[in-house]
Structures are given as C-alpha cells and as structure tokens.
C-alpha cells in the first residue's frame, strides 16, 4: 500500500493506493490545492467568491462550479432545504468571517432569527452561467469535502482510499481483500468497499457561546437540534457528507427519515445532553 499525506483546505488529506496511483499523489494534491483556489470563500480572488460578488446578475462559471452547483440543488431537495449552501450570509453574522487557519471567529451577539428562503428560489443555473438573488452568497463547505473525496479516490485507481478532513471514500477491496478500515469517532473501524463515511457535528469549529459553523436554515442561527454529531456510511462520500449535516441540523425527525434513503446503510448519532445515548440505525 502506498499513502500521501498533506494539509488542503486547512484540513488533513491523506490518500492511499494498493499499487501505484494511476494519478500520482502529487498530481492529485495539485488539483485539490486547485479546488481550494476556485472554491475558497476567504479568497477574494476564487471563482467562487467572484460568483457572490456579482449577486443579483447572471454570471459565467465553470463546469466544475455549475456541476458543484448542481448538486447543491439537487441535495437542498432531497434534505428540504436542511443543507442549503446559501447560508452564508447568516454565517458572516453570527461571526464565521475568516479562515480557520487564521484563528477561531470572534465572540459576536446572538444573530437574530432570520430563516433562509430555499435554495431553489435563490439560485438559478442556466447552460453555464448562474444567478443569486440580490443580498445572496453560497458556501460549498457542507458539500465539499466528501464530493471532493470521491474525486480523489477516482483518480487514484480502482483500490484506494483518500480522508478530506474527516470525509472518506473508499474504492476497491482495500489492502487486505476486505475492504479499507476506516475509524469512526466513537473507536469502531468499519471495513468499506466501495462507499464513503463522514461525520458532521457541533463540537469543533465552535466560538463565542453558541456559535458554530452548522447553520440552520429554517433559523438563520447555529443550529441547536437533539442531534450534537452524525455518522453516516453511504454510497458515496458525497452523499455521507450532506446526510451527516442534514441529520444534526434537522434532529431525529430527518435522521429518521434519511437513515431509511437506499443510498444510505448505517448511522450512528450522538444525541443532545439529555437526550438517549449514543445510538446506531
């Protein structure tokens, strides 16, 4: 087995492959650096910061983008809007405004209630250009990382592996024939084939009080639902990725109604401080 280490998106990154990579790993890290580029919203200069500049007008964009996009959309259906990349704004308020690189955001007043309308209604693709609404700007962050995880492993090869800060995708029979191990927060290694794992919580990337980087967009504030972290094994980790925030930002009641998606095959949740313990569906 061979493996890559490396920091993109201010996040650990490792990739590993059983044979060469048929994307050698410095290759694959160039292009992630490239996403970082394109999508980082702390950079005046990605594509993604200039397409919320130009808010209220449409705007020409990439393939990549439309396709990131694209998906946006598509897992803002499929969640009721639980995931809505368009809470950016709600989370410059609540004081989620530098890179965390750069140190966590400062202490700022509780935000006030101000729900987020639909993403459908705020975004527009049309061939390859875009429109928000005026007032609007989007942030990938809840998607990215398990989508780009799944890009990783394509690269790769047909047996490999590759960690996103946490989001994982699996490919191939792993090292030993029986899948890749990959560690769950709670001290369970799971052998995957095939398939992505991610967990979303509220316990890091905390500040002030309340403040963390889990907008709810029925609110406009953190959100403060029964369900403190999630744990998703799915197809993809993409789809891991977006389940995972849809369940602690929408409580039981979306992780009752996700964990039974086709796409989705076991989930662990750690409840609120009050609630019942730990439990796997």
Same mark, same amino acid.
């Given at each position: 087995?061979?493996?890559?280490?490396?920091?993109?998106?201010?996040?650990?990154?490792?990739?590993?492959?059983?044979?060469?990579?048929?994307?050698?790993?410095?290759?694959?890290?160039?292009?992630?650096?490239?996403?970082?580029?394109?999508?980082?919203?702390?950079?005046?200069?990605?594509?993604?910061?200039?397409?919320?500049?130009?808010?209220?007008?449409?705007?020409?964009?990439?393939?990549?983008?439309?396709?990131?996009?694209?998906?946006?959309?598509?897992?803002?259906?499929?969640?009721?809007?639980?995931?809505?990349?368009?809470?950016?704004?709600?989370?410059?308020?609540?004081?989620?405004?530098?890179?965390?690189?750069?140190?966590?955001?400062?202490?700022?007043?509780?935000?006030?209630?101000?729900?987020?309308?639909?993403?459908?209604?705020?975004?527009? !693709?049309?061939?390859?250009?875009?429109? *928000?609404?005026?007032?609007? +700007? @989007?942030?990938?962050?809840?998607? #990215? $990382?398990? %989508? /780009?995880?799944?890009?990783?492993?394509?690269?790769?090869?047909?047996?490999?592996?590759?960690?996103?800060?946490?989001?994982?995708?699996?490919?191939?029979?792993?090292?030993?024939?029986?899948?890749?191990?990959?560690? !769950?927060?709670?001290?369970?290694?799971? *052998?995957?084939?095939?398939? +992505? @794992?991610?967990?979303?919580?509220? #316990? $890091?990337? %905390? /500040?002030?009080?309340?403040?963390?980087?889990?907008?709810?967009?029925?609110?406009?504030?953190?959100?403060?639902?029964?369900?403190?972290?999630?744990?998703?094994?799915?197809?993809?980790?993409?789809?891991?990725?977006?389940?995972?925030?849809?369940?602690?930002?929408?409580?039981?009641?979306?992780?009752?109604?996700?964990?039974?998606?086709?796409?989705?095959?076991?989930?662990?949740?750690?409840?609120?401080?009050?609630?019942?313990?730990?439990?796997?569906?």
């Amino acid at each position: 087995m061979r493996q890559h280490t490396c920091q993109v998106f201010t996040c650990a990154v490792t990739m590993a492959s059983c044979g060469p990579p048929t994307v050698p790993f410095a290759e694959a890290e160039r292009r992630l650096r490239a996403l970082d580029r394109r999508y980082s919203r702390f950079r005046t200069d990605s594509e993604l910061s200039r397409l919320n500049a130009a808010a209220g007008r449409w705007h020409d964009v990439s393939g990549d983008l439309r396709a990131m996009l694209s998906h946006a959309l598509a897992v803002a259906a499929a969640s009721t809007d639980l995931v809505n990349v368009a809470v950016l704004p709600r989370l410059l308020v609540a004081g989620y405004v530098r890179s965390w690189a750069e140190g966590a955001p400062d202490a700022a007043p509780a935000p006030p209630v101000a729900p987020v309308p639909p993403l459908a209604s705020i975004l527009e !693709l049309r061939g390859r250009a875009a429109r *928000l609404a005026p007032g609007y +700007g @989007v942030d990938v962050g809840a998607l #990215a $990382k398990g %989508r /780009w995880a799944d890009d990783v492993v394509t690269w790769l090869g047909p047996n490999s592996a590759a960690g996103v800060g946490g989001d994982v995708a699996c490919r191939g029979p792993g090292p030993d024939g029986d899948g890749w191990p990959v560690a !769950l927060p709670n001290g369970e290694v799971l *052998l995957v084939r095939d398939g +992505g @794992v991610a967990t979303s919580g509220t #316990a $890091k990337r %905390r /500040w002030g009080t309340d403040g963390h980087h889990l907008i709810d967009p029925r609110t406009g504030v953190p959100a403060a639902s029964d369900i403190v972290q999630a744990t998703v094994l799915a197809d993809t980790g993409a789809c891991a990725d977006w389940v995972a925030s849809a369940m602690v930002i929408g409580g039981s009641p979306a992780a009752d109604r996700l964990a039974g998606r086709p796409d989705v095959h076991r989930v662990w949740l750690s409840p609120a401080l009050g609630s019942e313990g730990e439990a796997a569906r």
